[in-house]
């Protein structure tokens, strides 16, 4: 397993992001439209063990299969993550089907991927909750990073997508339901 350490941060505006990122001479290495699912057993054992289990598909039959560990204390959000590319989300779905486990949330966004300063500098589009932008990398990175974008470590959320977007719900007095593009 590989350890993931990021901060993630609300944006207003995405473009002056982009805009720095350009201006600094980040490499992009291009946008893309993503669905993710989200798998666990009816009685949700892994999200209440703080564990996920995610297929995500980026455009094809292809995607990727992963695995993380529950977050660790740390100024930035740190886990393990496992990942292996797989041919066919929707065979890999279905046998996941198969043992029991069932897409308890599907959720959409586009992201740019650029790198800088070894860092992963994320810039996701997320139907309803905004814009975010995610750093991955070592801590020292991500500050420096964060530094060059005027961005506050301080304003660093430890919550994933479905912890934003649940909140996102409950504060509209809404169920659960997925998080996708209208468009679908």
């Known amino acids: ?12 505006n995405l473009s002056s992001v982009r805009a720095r990122l ?22 949700d054992p892994l999200y209440r063990a703080g564990k996920l289990l995610r297929v995500r598909n980026t455009g094809g039959d ?21 990942e292996v590319t797989v041919d066919s989300t929707d065979r890999l779905l279905t046998q996941f089907a198969a043992l029991g486990y069932e897409v308890r949330w599907i959720y959409e966004k ?23 932008v995610e750093v991955e990398g070592d801590a020292d990175a991500i500050r420096a990073v964060l530094a060059d974008l005027g961005l506050d470590p301080a304003d660093h ?11 996102h719900l409950a504060a509209r007095g809404e169920g659960h339901r997925h998080m996708v593009f209208s468009d679908r």
Request: charged letters at 35%; aromatic letters at 8%; proline letters at 3%.
């Open 110 to 132: 586009y992201r740019t991927t650029f790198h800088w300063r070894g860092c992963h500098v994320l810039l996701d589009e997320c139907p309803e909750i905004g814009d975010f």
């Open 157 to 167: 959320t430890g919550a994933n997508y479905l912890g934003i977007w649940k909140d």
């Open 62 to 82: 292809g995607g990727v299969l992963t695995v993380k560990t529950p977050a660790a204390d740390g100024a930035f959000k740190r886990r393990e993550e496992v």
């Open 1 to 12: 397993m590989a350890l993931e350490v990021e901060a993630k941060i609300r944006v207003d």
């Open 22 to 43: 350009a201006e600094l001479g980040a490499v992009d290495h291009g946008r893309v439209r993503e669905r993710n699912w989200v798998l666990d057993r009816p009685d």
